[in-house]
Structures are given as C-alpha cells and as structure tokens.
C-alpha cells in the first residue's frame, strides 16, 4: 500500500469530489473556501463561474435533474449562502440529488457573530435533507461520501455542507472514500402480485409517474408495462420527460390547469398508480383529484421513501421502491387475458391530442400559442426546454410535446429565475442538444444575470422572453379575487434585445408572430446565447381566456 501524504482540507475535499465523479460544478467565488479554489485550479473538473449564487444553486439543481447525480455549488458564507437558498428549496420539493458547500467563519470565531457567519443548521435545517459541519480536515472523506448518499438515497434532495476556513488549510494524512452509488429499494414479490390482482380486477385504471430516481431504461421499461396492459399513462407537474408525449398510451400531464377532461379521468379511476411522485399541492389540483386522506380510488403508491408513502393519501397498496426498481419489476407483472379498459386508452390520448393541438387565437399580434406549434414542428426530439415561474410558462407544457428523458427543465417548487440557469447549465452538460429556455419578463429579470455565464463559456442557448408588462400570474389572481383593482403587478422592462447584445450575445425584438420563425433561425444561426424579446398582448394571460373574461368571471 502507497504511503498517504498529508494533503490540505481543500485538497482533500476536490480528491473527494473527484473520486465521486463529479464531472463539473458552480460557483460564486469566495475569500472563505480560497484553499478549494486552489485545489480546483489544477482539478479536471469544469468550473462554472455565475454572478448570483441563486444562479449558481439552480444551475446544480439542473445537473442533478439532468444526471440523477449530484450537483454541486460552492458559496461563501452568510449572504453568499442565503443567496443560493432559492436553489436549495427547489432540489428539496423537486426530490433533486445536490450538494452545496459554504465557506464558514474559522472554528475559533464560531458564536461571536463573526463576519458573516451563520448557524447553517439553523438555517437550512428544514429544507436540506443533512446539514453538516466539518470540523476536522480528516473526516471530510467520510462525511462528503455519506452526503453523496443522503443527496442520492432514498427521496433524493439537498445537503449542506459547511466548511471553516482553518478546516480547509489544515493538512490532514487520510484515504479518499470509494464512489458511493444509491442503493435502490426493490418491490417485494408479493407486492407485484397483489398489483397484478388490482389491475385484473380494474376497469379504468390510469398510471400517473412522477418524482425522481428514473432514468432512460427505466422510462422504457414503463413504456412496454404500458403497452401490455394498454393503460393510460399520464405524467405529473413538470415530469413530462418520463413517458414519450408521441406514444399512443399517453394521456398528458397532471399540472397546474390540467386538461379537464383528464382531471375527470383521475377521479374516475378505480385504480390509480402513483409511481414515483407526491401528487402534491399543484398535481393533485389542490389536493382535489384524491380525497383525503382515504381516495375513492384503489390507490396504489410506489415511493422510494417509506416516509412518503400514507403521508398525504392513505393507499390501498404502498410500494416502497425506488421508481427504476419497480420499473424492472414490472416485467413480473402479467396482464390479464382480457382488457376492458383499451377503449378508454383510446380517448384518454384523443382528449390529449384535442388539448394540446391547435392553439386558440388571442389578442395580439404575437400569438404565444402558434410559435409554440411552430416550435413543436421545428425542433428535435433531443431538444431540452427549460422555464421557471409564471403564465407564460402554461403556453409551454400545453403545447410542447416532450419525447426525450431529461429534457425538461422545470421547478415543481414553482420557483421563478430557474429558466435560464438551467439552460446554461443544460447546454454545458449536452452541447449537442439544441436548448431553449422561456421566461416571462419577471421571471428573466430574477436570475438575468446569467446570461453573462452563457457569454463567458461560449453557451449558445436561445432564450425567448414572452414580455406582458407585468407579473402575470399575479395579475390573473388579482383580477380573479379584487377585479379591477391591479396592485404591484405592473413592470417596466428593459430592452432585452439590447441587454444581450450588450453582454455580446444576439439580440432580437419580435413583435408579431410571422416575426418569429425568422428571428430563432437567426438567433440559433449566430452561435451565440441568444435572446428573442417577444411581445404578448397583456390580455393573452393564459391559453384559454383573456384577462377581462377572468375579471369578469368567465
């Protein structure tokens, strides 16, 4: 066995990150963790440098829904860390594999209130999954591999790790931990039985697949479960990736304003499989699809935390596995000689096809709806489409039809600002898929700054800002409850044409939808990040109705 060599913590800490497999990580650079930038400097190991560390924290976020592994962020101390709290909340009810390191104050100026400090545990204690200290450069090995597992196990979500200044220039003579890998939970046999009996016995059952722990061959495996048993399938708020929209078992997703017709088949169900998700606040249309805490629905929930399972909705079956577990399994699973329910399939994917194929004309020149269908006809399936918080963004999972696994970029949390540093970070991880990120004109202006790091690294993503004037969402509600009486909703926005070619990317105005096509062949044409800076009729708020008919009551 080689002799160990002292290393500092901050050595000790990247050989860690390395021996882990971390490929690339983020970060707003900070005097508190200056030994880790060290070590970093002679690291393979991509750097993204961002202007926010809330940028920063969602573009790991975006690496962990894109990769099933964990991002990585480093911060400084006190505001560098709060500001990368958005990010946290967003890895914690998204169930997204993260790891966010913060500088700390040196460990003999803890409880002074030192420059900057903060009690991490205290702060992050009810978003993170662990909170942790490292308080001797010896155990960093220890303690980064089991945050490697907290962050991937189970429900996966964030860690916090905080690092004292001295703990990192402290040498320490230690071995790196191996490379932690997941365990997953598999069905018990008896358990795939009694699925079996439930959905000989159903009638109109429907799959709905959610949360996190898939990947790739897992969504195949569901596919094929899908087709011998010719169920409805359906996917839950914002996890559109996880059933192919062109497959004829596809019945649309669960979210926010779900297609009617679809939210009736939910409650209609006799048998409902939940595999994966929490049919939580928004997918479960305010906790009204289910009833609580006993459904009318024989419910059955596959979760990879046994916690989960009965939290929310007491089940007829819980399945504790993790959903690429269960997905294998399934192969054990025989359908019954006869299907009743083939006809139902049927309309369940006519309904969603009527849903989503032809847009509804509304005021404005710039129809939101005709350049999403143009889009959907344009793009490759391997196209990965990002987008935060906001109405606009109701135009993009109506009409966008997802076909690939991991390319959508979305907070579940309903987090605003996320768009568009998940698609810096989607670019930089698969340069060959075309990316492009929708924000409204709040939402751009919460993480704009990003826009900078797409320049700096020579990302050439497409973003189109779909510009009302105001908090539109916001704005919808208000004139739902107090109608005609707008209060702090009203925006007054830049030229974002302008503001990209100022940070020396392209730039371009759209004001009608013949505008439209010409400008994203252009933007993409330059190899450049690229902004469109397209302008929506205030009345377009939604796909269905203008904002007079929600004043109105219609």
């Given at each position: 066995m080689t002799d160990l060599q002292a290393r500092t913590g901050g050595r000790i800490l990247v050989d860690q990150l390395l021996a882990q497999g971390v490929e690339r990580l983020t970060c707003v650079p900070g005097e508190s963790y200056l030994a880790v930038l060290d070590a970093l400097h002679d690291a393979s190991i991509d750097v993204l440098v961002c202007r926010n560390e809330g940028g920063a924290a969602m573009m790991a976020e975006a690496y962990g829904k894109l990769t099933g592994r964990p991002g990585v962020c480093f911060v400084t101390r006190g505001p560098g860390a709060t500001n990368a709290s958005p990010g946290l909340h967003i890895a914690a009810q998204d169930s997204t594999p993260m790891i966010l390191f913060v500088g700390q104050v040196e460990s003999a100026m803890k409880g002074r209130e030192a420059f900057q400090e903060l009690d991490y545990r205290a702060v992050f204690g009810s978003i993170a999954k662990w909170v942790v200290e490292i308080d001797d450069a010896a155990r960093i090995p220890e303690l980064v591999a089991r945050a490697f597992r907290v962050a991937t196990q189970g429900r996966p979500g964030p860690v916090v790790i905080a690092l004292p200044e001295d703990v990192l220039t402290d040498l320490a003579t230690v071995a790196d931990a191996p490379k932690v890998e997941p365990v997953e939970t598999w069905p018990g046999l008896t358990d795939m039985v009694r699925l079996q009996k439930l959905l000989w016995a159903a009638e109109r059952p429907l799959v709905i697949l959610g949360g996190s722990r898939w990947s790739e061959k897992a969504v195949r495996q569901m596919v094929r479960f899908a087709e011998r048993f010719d169920l409805p399938v359906a996917t839950s708020f914002r996890r559109a990736t996880l059933f192919p929209a062109k497959h004829p078992n596809y019945a649309g997703d669960v979210g926010i304003g779900p297609n009617p017709k679809l939210a009736a088949r939910v409650k209609e169900a006799d048998v409902l499989v939940l595999v994966g998700g929490r049919l939580s606040e928004m997918p479960s249309s305010s906790y009204t699809l289910l009833d609580v805490p006993t459904p009318r629905q024989t419910l059955v929930h596959v979760h990879a935390n046994a916690e989960e399972i009965g939290r929310v909705y007491q089940p007829a079956l819980g399945i504790n596995a993790s959903a690429s577990a269960f997905a294998a399994a399934l192969e054990t699973v025989h359908p019954p000689v006869s299907i009743p329910w083939g006809e139902r399939t049927r309309e369940a994917r006519a309904d969603f096809l009527a849903w989503t194929e032809t847009p509804k004309t509304l005021p404005g020149a710039f129809q939101y709806g005709e350049v999403m269908a143009w889009l959907r006809a344009r793009l490759p399936e391997d196209t990965i489409v990002c987008n935060g918080a906001g109405n606009y963004a109701i135009w993009v999972h109506r009409y966008w039809r997802t076909n690939s696994f991991a390319s959508q970029l979305a907070p579940t949390s309903g987090s605003m600002g996320y768009g568009l540093p998940a698609a810096v970070m989607a670019k930089r991880q698969r340069p060959e898929s075309p990316v492009v990120c929708f924000a409204g004109d709040g939402c751009f202006l919460m993480n704009g700054q990003e826009f900078a790091t797409a320049v700096q690294y020579g990302i050439p993503i497409v973003v189109l800002v779909i510009d009302n004037g105001m908090f539109g969402t916001i704005r919808m509600h208000q004139e739902r409850h107090y109608p005609g009486r707008p209060s702090a909703t009203a925006l007054t926005n830049p030229d974002f044409n302008a503001y990209?070619?100022?940070?020396?990317?392209?730039?371009?105005?759209?004001?009608?939808?013949?505008?439209?096509?010409?400008?994203?062949?252009?933007?993409?044409?330059?190899?450049k990040p690229a902004i469109l800076h397209c302008f929506i009729d205030p009345q377009a708020i939604t796909p269905a109705k203008t904002l007079d008919e929600i004043s109105l009551g219609g």
């Open positions: 990209a070619r100022a940070f020396g990317g392209h730039g371009e105005t759209v004001w009608t939808t013949e505008e439209f096509a010409p400008a994203f062949e252009r933007a993409v044409a330059s190899g």
